[in-house]
């Protein structure tokens, strides 16, 4: 079992950066794929980013590609997510998830552990 906790949302300006954490509990974080996703209102959930169990292997989606880095510290058990840019249509409950294999993916069903989301506010 895995436990998420995500931190580092709030409210910024149009052009400014936050700096996401998860941090992740359990002695087998370095074995995890990880993921962030989010959701703003009214709408699906959708694929941010995702990296390898090393870190190595990474994936953005397009629309915050150039923009966003995600990043881990296995022997801090964190996942970050560094937004740069930011845009108000950034603005959404962002979610740290967790896969049990060590192949990145951007399926949000493809995750088994989430964390209870962060907001983040993008004004315009």
């Known amino acids: 079992q895995v436990q998420l906790v995500e931190s580092g949302g709030g409210l910024v300006q149009a052009g400014g950066s936050l700096r996401l954490s998860c941090a992740a509990s359990g002695r087998t974080f370095g074995s995890y794929t990880m993921g962030w996703f989010r959701q703003a209102p009214g709408k699906e959930r959708e694929f941010v980013a995702t990296?390898?169990?090393?870190?190595?292997?990474?994936a953005y989606a397009d629309s915050v590609k150039g923009r966003f880095t995600i990043s881990r510290d296995n022997a801090k058990n964190t996942v970050y997510l560094q937004m740069n840019s930011l845009k108000p249509e950034d603005t959404a409950v962002y979610y740290c998830?967790?896969?049990?294999?060590?192949?990145?993916?951007?399926?949000?069903?493809?995750?088994?552990?989430w964390g209870q989301g962060t907001q983040v506010t993008v004004s315009s």
């Open positions: 998830a967790a896969r049990r294999t060590f192949m990145i993916s951007s399926v949000a069903g493809e995750y088994d552990y």
């Open positions: 990296i390898g169990w090393r870190g190595s292997s990474t």
